[in-house]
């Protein structure tokens, strides 16, 4: 008997039983659904951790300035012990730091935005012109604003997408004008969507509803709080991001030296924040995955279990196969093929459900999936491997049956 007829046999041996095979085949399913699902979602948090790290910059730590605290002089009058955070900073520490390239401040104050009879709040971005290269980002319409706007303390802007949308619509806004408050700016440049923090990253306010205006515009056109400091965020570039964590490390003790020792600002490295999120998100693999090998372990107990059932069932028919010339390789092949043949099933159908599980999590729970070929390739792998795996003892069991005990089980 060669292999295609082995096949032959055992699909019809399936066939005759489609309820039982399909109910047999239900924990594969669910099992190999189970895996493309978890390693979807952990490839598709792995590339978002990857896209704000990038939008934040890969080279970039950044400087989060604390309120600054007040102490008390002789005549009981409050005393700041220490100037906060300021480009000069930034100056001393591109003097200093051999370790940095370059710097970036940001000052940041929630405005009213009004264009027409359409206005919407927005954060309004002080920053220098450098701040599109050194952010790695592109612009989507006009340009950015250049050193002779930051001189003269121009009053020009560049719109976030999502403020693009309230204040304009599906209108081209480069050139025509908005009001930040009681002043007149134009637009000259919009940036497109931008990817909103989560995770790690959710402290981060929402790029796509920034103004960005010359630094010096800020500050003369804007009212800030002494005690606020002169900037919100101090964005560094280090020359080598494998020296980024050492680099951070000096940057601590050189501020710590400009601001008297005063706890008036914060170190974030966003390289950092990644590998925590993705330390996190392999502890939830590591769950998922033990929670997908299970169901795939007692959909593989349920192809034994059905396969020792039907080998018992048919104990008679392996008589008569083993009395006309069948050998014990005939029926071991025959009965390895129906387990393969299970699985595999399964295994395509898990497959699809799989995709259909990640559009259903993408759609009600807004977490990104991303199903990557490997996964796919793992998954059914896995359920070919508990196939073969579970059903070598039923089929090892026909195998060995004797011919003529077999022919006289009733």
């Not at 669910?30 to 939008?55: P, T």
């Not at 025509?176 to 497109?192: A, E, H, R, S, Y």
């Not at 059905?306 to 014990?328: D, N, P, Q, W």
Request: some cysteine.
């Amino acid at each position: 008997m060669d292999f295609k007829e082995s096949v032959e046999i055992g699909t019809a041996g399936l066939l005759a039983h489609k309820l039982r095979s399909f109910l047999t085949i239900l924990g594969i399913i669910f099992g190999v659904a189970a895996v493309i699902g978890m390693l979807s979602i952990g490839e598709g948090a792995k590339q978002e951790a990857l896209q704000q790290i990038s939008q934040l910059g890969i080279q970039n730590i950044l400087i989060k300035s604390k309120p600054i605290v007040e102490g008390s002089s002789s005549n009981n009058q409050g005393v700041l012990k220490s100037p906060g955070l300021s480009s000069d900073d930034g100056w001393a520490l591109l003097k200093t730091n051999p370790l940095i390239e370059d710097f970036l401040p940001l000052i940041q104050e929630e405005e009213k935005a009004t264009s027409g009879s359409e206005h919407s709040q927005a954060n309004v971005i002080g920053t220098f012109p450098n701040y599109a290269q050194m952010m790695g980002v592109a612009l989507a319409r006009g340009g950015f604003f250049n050193y002779w706007d930051e001189k003269e303390a121009r009053k020009v802007c560049v719109l976030g997408d999502g403020i693009r949308k309230k204040l304009f619509y599906f209108q081209n806004p480069v050139g025509k004008q908005i009001k930040i408050n009681d002043l007149w700016f134009t637009v000259i440049g919009t940036f497109p969507p931008r990817l909103q923090g989560s995770g790690s990253f959710k402290s981060f306010r929402d790029m796509n509803n920034d103004i960005y205006i010359p630094f010096q515009t800020a500050r003369k056109r804007f009212y800030r709080k002494l005690k606020q400091g002169q900037l919100d965020w101090l964005v560094v570039r280090v020359k080598d991001p494998d020296r980024i964590q050492e680099a951070a490390n000096l940057l601590d003790i050189q501020l710590k030296k400009r601001h008297k020792n005063q706890d008036d600002f914060q170190i974030v490295v966003p390289e950092a924040l990644v590998r925590q999120r993705q330390k996190t998100q392999r502890i939830f693999n590591i769950v998922m995955g033990a929670i997908a090998g299970i169901s795939l372990l007692v959909g593989g107990i349920g192809i034994m279990n059905i396969m020792l059932a039907s080998v018992m069932e048919r104990t008679r028919e392996i008589g008569i196969r083993r009395a006309v010339g069948a050998t014990r390789r005939d029926i071991l092949i025959q009965f390895m093929v129906e387990a393969i043949i299970l699985s595999a099933i399964g295994g395509f159908l898990g497959i699809f459900l799989g995709f259909v599980l990640t559009k259903i999590i993408t759609l009600y729970a807004s977490w990104r999936t991303i199903i990557s070929p490997g996964s796919v390739v793992l998954a059914f792998g896995v359920s070919a491997a508990v196939g073969i795996l579970f059903g070598i003892f039923p089929a090892r069991k026909a195998a060995l049956l004797d011919p003529i005990e077999s022919l006289r089980y009733e």
